[in-house]
């Protein structure tokens, strides 16, 4: 199990490309492990033929140790599967803790007792839907049950698995401890405004013919060019000194089925609003596909949380462990308001802003904030 970055531990295995007996070429993707962040497929490190896999698909595994041998050209495969078969039996029989399992999360078994394939994802979203994987016919090579399937299943109304457990691991269990992390080791604090916003609101209708951009893309470009007028929100606490990033490399939070994820646009204040829109899109489909890598999800500085879509006005957000700032990003909704002393209807957004309080004060996190609306408000064309 390789070692990703500085934060990982353990990887969990979703699932191998190669069976035991199948050549294996060196480069070639071997098998895929989530770890705390992404989805990563691991390149064999030699050629040869997979003599034997030391761990099951959805086996969570600390760094470092071997999931799998590959046997070199000439040599007994039986032979090797034999011998490291052994270490494996060793190392099953003093398992890593895992959280309790229900039977939909774990391998279910046919009426006649066989042991019946079904992905870890369809395992995964079987439990969340409340479908028995007992009752599907899997579509996938060998009979495998697939996420499809078990869609398929519950728009048709498959038995449902009574008082499902949910394993509390993988990207929830992480995201579970960041957070927590979060609160534990910095001195937060939210402001929130209501901004008005109808400039962006009609600058967005006047520019969509020529190329389309959401909300969110010209909130990264606000964001990214407020952080270069004010440098300490773009910074972050190391030991005894203030690092303040050269460049604002601003997160966009991604809700997936299992989570957050948070791809990073690097130097985004060197983008035009055309250039974010196309590659915030780009890491956008590459969360919800998961291909994104390691590189795509490492080196923010900055973060932004968008909920408007879902009707929520403001919220509070939770910093990233090691920034100084995220911003929650409300819905815009039209409303009566007092503009230029007369009640007419604007386009109204809530803003609001987690800071860490030991880097920065209300003051100039509530002065960064004004920049943003300005720059939101078609300031900087």
């Given at each position: ?85 052994e ?22 078994q ?31 090579p ?9 869609e ?13 457990r ?18 534990q ?11 008005d916003?109808?400039?962006a ?9 020529e190329?389309?951009?959401?909300y ?17 929100m ?11 990033s ?43 596909a998961?291909?994104?890598?390691l ?26 462990p ?60």
């Amino acid at each position: 199990m390789p070692k990703f970055g500085l934060t990982m531990h353990e990887g969990t295995i979703q699932r191998f490309f190669k069976a035991a007996g199948e050549s294996v070429v060196a480069g070639e993707p071997l098998y895929e492990v989530e770890t705390e962040k992404v989805l990563y497929e691991v390149e064999a490190p030699a050629s040869g033929t997979l003599a034997t896999r030391l761990f099951e698909e959805g086996a969570t595994v600390e760094c470092g140790v071997a999931v799998a041998v590959i046997a070199e050209a000439g040599e007994d495969i039986a032979a090797v599967a034999a011998r490291y078969g052994e270490a494996a039996s060793r190392v099953e029989s003093t398992p890593l803790p895992k959280p309790r399992e229900s039977s939909a999360l774990a391998a279910p078994q046919s009426a006649a007792g066989a042991r019946r394939s079904a992905s870890p994802i369809a395992r995964k979203l079987a439990a969340e839907l409340g479908v028995n994987l007992d009752n599907i016919n899997g579509t996938g090579p060998g009979g495998r049950i697939t996420r499809e399937d078990v869609e398929r299943a519950a728009k048709s109304g498959a038995p449902a698995v009574e008082g499902v457990r949910i394993a509390f691991r993988g990207a929830r269990k992480v995201i579970a401890e960041r957070m927590h992390q979060s609160l534990q080791s910095s001195a937060q604090i939210t402001i929130t405004t209501e901004a008005d916003v109808t400039d962006a609101t009609e600058f967005r209708s006047r520019s969509t013919r020529e190329f389309d951009f959401s909300y969110t893309d010209l909130m990264i470009y606000a964001v990214a060019r407020a952080l270069m007028r004010h440098p300490r929100m773009n910074a972050r606490l190391d030991g005894a000194e203030i690092a303040i990033s050269a460049n604002a490399n601003v997160g966009t939070a991604v809700a997936l089925q299992e989570g957050l994820i948070v791809p990073v646009l690097r130097a985004a204040e060197t983008k035009s609003l055309r250039d974010i829109a196309l590659e915030s899109r780009a890491l956008g489909e590459k969360a919800r596909a998961g291909h994104l890598k390691l590189e795509d999800v490492t080196g923010g500085s900055f973060t932004i949380t968008n909920l408007g879509t879902w009707g929520i006005d403001a919220f509070t957000p939770i910093l990233n462990p090691g920034e100084t700032g995220i911003l929650g990003v409300g819905r815009i909704i039209d409303k009566p308001a007092v503009y230029r002393g007369e009640i007419v209807r604007r386009a109204m957004m809530w803003l609001s802003l987690t800071f860490d309080h030991r880097v920065v004060d209300g003051a100039p996190a509530a002065e960064f904030l004004q920049s943003v609306i300005e720059i939101f408000n078609c300031g900087e064309r």
